[in-house]
């Protein structure tokens, strides 16, 4: 498994957050957190082509494989088993252009694909 890259500092984040809400609608992935200090943070991917959300506790060799820091919440890579499922499933359509994303949560990991950029708001 290829090492997730870093997506960009955020400022101000002291620890991973809590899941607050996820919602899909419109074509809109909102992934919205809670970090200790009361901030909220909502990550908005516009058009996912999949995502998919695991328990932490059962994403062992993920986390063994990855440099968390405790810090990093949101990462990126271009190499996942669910980009592979995605690319056989899809004829290889989205190959080239194809990114995952990755918000880690104290108690989740969210995955998801898109060709786009997100948004923290």
């Not at 080239?96 to 994303?101: A, C, E, F, K, V």
């Amino acid at each position: 498994m290829k090492k997730w890259k870093k997506f960009k500092d955020i400022e101000g984040k002291q620890q991973f957050p809590v899941l607050d809400k996820i919602s899909y609608e419109y074509g809109d992935l909102l992934i919205a957190v809670d970090f200790s200090n009361g901030e909220l943070k909502t990550v908005k991917c516009t058009e996912p082509f999949s995502f998919r959300v695991i328990d932490e506790g059962n994403t062992f060799r993920t986390i063994y494989a990855q440099d968390f820091d405790g810090i990093t919440w949101i990462f990126t890579t271009d190499s996942s088993n669910l980009i592979d499922w995605f690319n056989f499933e899809s004829e290889f359509m989205y190959k080239d252009n194809l990114q995952s994303y990755i918000v880690a949560t104290q108690n989740q990991l969210i995955e998801f694909l898109t060709y786009s950029e997100i948004e923290i708001i």
